[in-house]
């Protein structure tokens, strides 16, 4: 009878607990047995040229941190002497027996020991059969080349943000979707085919972007750029390598610099800033190739278009002065630019006009070349974060006065990147085609790169007749300076000399010195390179300290791309 | 071999002729046996792959059935030895040395695992040492030799009393009894604390004493003395004592209460079942959710498996098998083996009652196993063992009950008045 | 096995099954006893069980076996990683340049062509 009676109580709490609380329980297993992993997508990668060929700029790298429980860690010594063989040069912290006894006494449970960690040192450690010891996997950007291209590649923050650079701006790229998996798991979270309504959804990893940056010229810019920084003595400096044909960025170099994988070292963040592209200036007297341009274009002026030059000129209630003085008397345009005198550019700037002043017409022909046409004042689209687009103050403002636009003439009273002139430049001297500057080649997918154009090209910015005299001109304007060319090419170039503004007055005791030139074969430059170099309180000079670095990576240019010397 | 094998055997009250055995008992033992072969089968493969994982082992899928099948194997050995081969007459004669065995088993293991701490050849776990270790054969629970030992002596030492109508006599029968119990207790529950264990082992005795017609008022006093002692042992024991506020909590019992994670993982496994259950090999709390889901726990497993009609049918099962035991006993007229089938029956009854009610949170957690169906050696074969014996006894049945009994009762009642040697076979 | 029919009709408790069934009773000439029966059905079940289980119990090994494939393949891969960072690394201008092949080069002339 008693044992009648159990059974019917048993059976009768199975049907409560297995058919009326059935969905109760069903849902409670639910609960614990069903998870929602993430299947990480793993970030692109990115890699620079080497020619034609892809190469690893930067790459994922499965990482460890070890940790330690120190609750658990029995033998402190031998952990720490074990951790120390073999993970020596990845430790964070100083004495390791300390730091577990220590821990110990504060009843912690989670110490980091070493970071960054391979699998193979974590592996020889795992074999040691320690107690208390733990591996956290995380993915780590490395970088083959260390720092080259900092600026322009930017760097992973710990939240897995791309900052500054392409991984900022291109972040939603490399990113990729991540995959989900929401399976029945076991207790160790091993997934099981039992359930019926397990998903999985694989990963997109983000695309392996290929840069236009060549990582030869990338390195030789670097090289060329601490040399002449070096030489000078200047403490910033900037050198930016474009392809004129195409405006694709071939090497894109900041001095000072950093590494981006020791990213969190870095004190001033100054550094991480892609000063081609994010910080406008006055680029100063290598501004008058662009007015020459628009003289020439718009058939104002030639090279050999004469001037009478007094050494000053007047606009309204100001009068502009010439750096270099004494060239006087009737003098050819081609002797201005040379000389670099403003002017000669007010002169340009005037018969733009009426032939007198800089009235409205001359204004809105100016914007129209410099702004609309040549890109400057706006943003490009580079695909470099942060991208800055300066001031240029058109002429329906009642900033863009006939004062300020003779000093944009000569490039003053405007604020622009290396960027924009760069591309401006790239245009005047390549027949008259504006293209829109890019440093993204493609994809780099399976081993093999599938290409992208993201540039646009703005035909007949100028006309190709216009292009190749301001061409010449820009050629002439080298002249002086050719001795030290690699005999046999075509290159061009201009100086400037710009002083800064502090609180919105010209110091005349800092100045930033640029250079912005080409170089090539006479039926086509190949390559314009644009430098600039800064230092806090120091006078620095276009022709002195920037053009030896022009010089200097032009020639090796030449050599690297083994073009044909005329006979 | 079964002719010549045919005898006849006289006995205190009379002439017994031996007849065929009850096959009932065999057919439903072997039901369950292979019911818990099946779902071992099933949950083989995520048991193996959960020890692998946590303890780097490197078991394969059919790890645990292999091991199963071979105590199987053995069992069947020793239940076709008790029930053919070695008589319960000698048994009975040897019962002083059986019993001696036991105690001597379980005093060398709590000597060497308690005292000496050979580890070797002990398993302990938190203090508690269960098991010994045989290299290259398993593992041996002495507790059930024990059991077993105590099963065979009191069936002699109560029938001898019986017959000398000392059956209420505190001097000669309670307190060599109570003694012997005192010993046990000591070793299974204190030194071995596998209070499980300690309880089907005092079923044993109780459902014994029941069937010697001790008297009512002796019987409350040594029920009460027993739920004091096992109050006691509850308070004694923190995680007793855990156990129990968990049950009173019944069905709200939190998960994460680290005390109700057993309990509240077994009634998932088995709510979460249903009716007709999840299917064989889809068992998803076998794999490391329920703890001992391969032992104590398989209860759970097999509701998860297989619904609330497999643990019908299962619970069936024990249930018919445990009236063809109790209707034995009234069909019995020797007082050993009366006595023998009444502790076989207290003895599987408390394991498979104390199991399904623990698992559906009926009853406070107890470490005990669901026999047949548990994945383990030597519960199994001292089971099967007595099982054989039981299988024995029953040739010699009569078809009258012997004796109207109040307590124990059963509805199987056949009205036939004679004997059942007068039964022959021809063929 | 083939039944015949004879012409006994047994007492009915001859049968320890079937009590109380004085009717007609086929004996077969192989004698099973109870014992048999019962092994040969539990025999039944058993294979009966074998079959439906071989059906159904796979799927949970492979489990294990697909995750611990999954592990080794993302290890491999990350040894893979590994060492196309290495090979990045090893192959990077720094490391050519610095390298002895490199240090005895001479260095080249631009004015090759002329």
């Not at chain 1, 609380?21 to 069903?26: A, E, I, L, S, T």
């Not at chain 1, 821990?103 to 974590?122: C, F, I």
């Not at chain 1, 208390?132 to 490395?142: E, L, M, P």
């Not at chain 3, 090979?87 to 340049?97: G, T």
Request: one cysteine or more; hydrophobic letters at 45%; a neutral charge.
């Amino acid at each position: 009878m008693l044992l009648t009676g159990a059974m019917v109580v048993i059976v009768l709490r199975l049907f409560f607990l297995q058919v009326i609380q059935h969905d109760h329980y069903v849902a409670l297993a639910t609960e614990e047995q069903v998870k929602k992993l993430v299947i990480p997508a793993s970030r692109g990668t990115v890699y620079a040229l080497d020619g034609d060929t892809p190469v690893p700029l930067v790459m994922n790298q499965q990482v460890y941190t070890l940790f330690a429980d120190p609750m658990v860690v029995d033998e402190p010594t031998q952990v720490a002497q074990v951790v120390r063989d073999i993970a020596g040069g990845n430790l964070v912290v100083d004495n390791i027996e300390q730091n577990l006894t220590d821990g110990k006494k504060q009843k912690s449970m989670y110490r980091v020991l070493a970071k960054n960690v391979t699998l193979r040192q974590a592996e020889l450690i795992k074999d040691k059969d320690l107690k208390g010891i733990g591996f956290q996997r995380v993915s780590k950007r490395v970088y083959p080349e260390g720092a080259m291209a900092a600026q322009t590649l930017g760097f992973v923050n710990n939240e897995g943000k791309g900052q500054y650079g392409i991984e900022q701006q291109l972040n939603d790229r490399l990113t990729g979707t991540d995959g989900i998996l929401k399976s029945v798991t076991d207790v160790a979270n091993v997934p099981l085919s039992i359930g019926k309504d397990n998903i999985r959804q694989e990963p997109v990893n983000g695309d392996n972007l290929v840069l236009t940056i060549d990582r030869n010229i990338q390195a030789k810019a670097q090289e060329a750029l601490l040399a002449g920084l070096q030489r000078s003595g200047a403490t910033h400096g900037s050198v930016l390598v474009m392809d004129p044909a195409t405006g694709k960025v071939l090497a894109l170099a900041d001095f000072p610099t950093y590494s981006p994988a020791d990213f969190t070292n870095v004190q001033d963040e100054q550094v991480f800033r892609n000063i081609a592209t994010t910080e406008p200036y006055e680029p100063g007297s290598v501004l008058k190739t662009f007015t020459i341009a628009t003289g020439i274009d718009k058939g104002v002026i030639d090279a050999n278009s004469t001037f009478y030059n007094t050494d000053k000129i007047k606009v309204e209630d100001r009068t502009i002065t010439n750096a270099l003085k004494g060239v006087t008397g009737t003098i050819t345009m081609q002797s201005a630019l040379n000389n670099s005198l403003n002017t000669g550019m007010v002169t340009i700037a005037q018969r733009l006009g009426d032939g007198e002043r800089i009235n409205k017409t001359s204004r809105d022909t100016i914007y129209e070349y410099f702004h609309n046409r040549l890109g400057l004042g706006e943003r490009t689209g580079v695909e470099i974060a942060n991208e800055q687009k300066g001031i240029l103050i058109s002429p329906e403002e009642e900033q863009g006065n006939a004062v300020r636009y003779s000093n944009m003439a000569f490039g003053q009273g405007l604020n622009v990147t290396m960027m924009q002139v760069a591309s401006g430049f790239s245009a005047i001297i390549n027949g008259g085609t504006y293209h829109s500057p890019t440093v993204l080649a493609g994809t780099y997918d399976g081993g093999k790169l599938k290409p992208e154009n993201n540039s646009t090209a703005r035909p007949n910015v100028i006309s190709p007749g216009a292009s190749a005299k301001a061409k010449e001109m820009i050629h002439q304007a080298r002249v002086g300076y050719t001795n030290t060319d690699t005999p046999g090419y075509y290159i061009g170039g201009k100086t400037g000399t710009s002083q800064t503004l502090e609180n919105g007055e010209y110091i005349n005791s800092q100045t930033v010195g640029t250079y912005l030139g080409f170089g090539g074969t006479d039926a086509e430059a190949k390559y314009v390179i644009m430098v600039q170099v800064s230092g806090k309180n120091m006078n620095l000079e276009g022709n002195k300290h920037a053009m030896p670095i022009f010089t200097d990576l032009s020639n090796w240019m030449l050599g690297y791309y083994q073009l044909q010397p005329r006979a | 071999m079964r002719d010549s094998l045919r005898q006849v055997r006289t006995s205190a009250q009379g002439l017994v002729r031996r007849h065929n055995p009850d096959h009932r008992i065999m057919m439903y033992t072997l039901i369950l046996v292979i019911v818990g072969l099946i779902i071992i089968f099933a949950i083989g493969p995520q048991r193996a792959n959960v020890l692998n994982e946590s303890f780097g082992s490197n078991l394969s899928g059919m790890y645990f059935v292999i091991k199963q099948g071979t105590s199987v194997m053995i069992a069947v050995v020793s239940f076709f030895v008790f029930a053919y081969l070695l008589k319960v007459d000698v048994l009975l004669r040897h019962k002083a040395i059986i019993l001696s065995i036991g105690i001597a088993a379980c005093a060398l293991l709590a000597l060497l695992g308690n005292l000496v701490h050979v580890e070797a050849i002990t398993q302990c776990a938190l203090g508690a040492c269960r098991w010994f270790v045989l290299p290259g054969i398993g593992t041996f629970q002495p507790a059930e030799f024990l059991k077993f030992g105590i099963l065979i002596f009191l069936g002699g030492f109560l029938a001898s009393r019986m017959r000398a109508g000392l059956i209420n006599d505190t001097e000669k029968t309670i307190i060599p009894a109570a003694v012997l119990m005192g010993v046990a207790a000591l070793f299974v529950i204190v030194l071995q604390k596998d209070l499980g264990t300690g309880i089907a082992m005092f079923a044993i005795v109780i459902s014994m004493f029941v069937v010697s017609g001790v008297k009512k008022q002796l019987g409350v006093i040594l029920l009460a003395v027993l739920l004091a002692a096992g109050l006691l042992m509850i308070i004694t024991a923190p995680h007793r004592i855990d156990r129990v506020t968990t049950f009173l909590k019944g069905d709200e019992a939190s998960i994460d209460d680290p005390s109700g994670y057993h309990i509240a993982h077994a009634k998932i496994a088995i709510g979460s079942g249903g009716i007709d259950g999840v299917g064989i090999g889809n068992s998803v709390q076998a794999a490391g959710y329920l703890p001992e889901a391969i032992n104590d726990s398989v209860f759970a497993i097999l509701g998860e498996t297989f619904g609330f009609i497999g643990l019908v049918f299962i619970l069936a099962m024990f249930y018919l098998l445990l009236l063809r035991i109790l209707r034995l006993v009234d069909r019995l007229e020797k007082p050993e083996y009366r006595l023998i089938v009444a502790g076989v029956f207290g003895w599987i009854a408390s394991h498979v009652v104390i199991n399904v009610a623990a698992m559906t949170g009926l009853m406070p957690l107890t470490g005990i196993t669901l026999p047949f169906l548990s994945f383990g050696g030597t519960s199994m074969l001292f089971i099967a063992a007595a099982l054989g014996v039981v299988f024995q006894i029953s040739r010699y049945t009569v078809h009258t009950q012997i004796k109207e009994d109040a307590d124990e009762g059963t509805r199987s009642r056949r009205g036939v008045g004679r004997p059942r040697y007068a039964s022959r076979r021809s063929r | 096995m083939s039944y015949t029919r004879t012409a006994t009709y047994a007492a009915r408790r001859q049968q320890s099954w079937g009590r109380n069934q004085n009717t007609a009773r086929f004996v077969s000439p192989v004698k099973l006893g109870p014992v048999m029966h019962t092994i040969l059905v539990a025999l039944m079940i058993l294979v009966l069980g074998l079959i439906y289980l071989t059906q159904a119990s796979g799927s949970a090994s492979y489990d294990y076996q697909a995750s611990d494939l999954d592990r080794k393949i993302n290890e491999l891969a990350t040894k893979k990683a590994d060492l196309e960072v290495e090979n990045a690394r090893l192959s990077s201008l720094e490391s050519v340049k610095n390298s002895d092949v490199a240090k005895a080069m001479t260095q080249p002339s631009t004015e090759y062509v002329r």
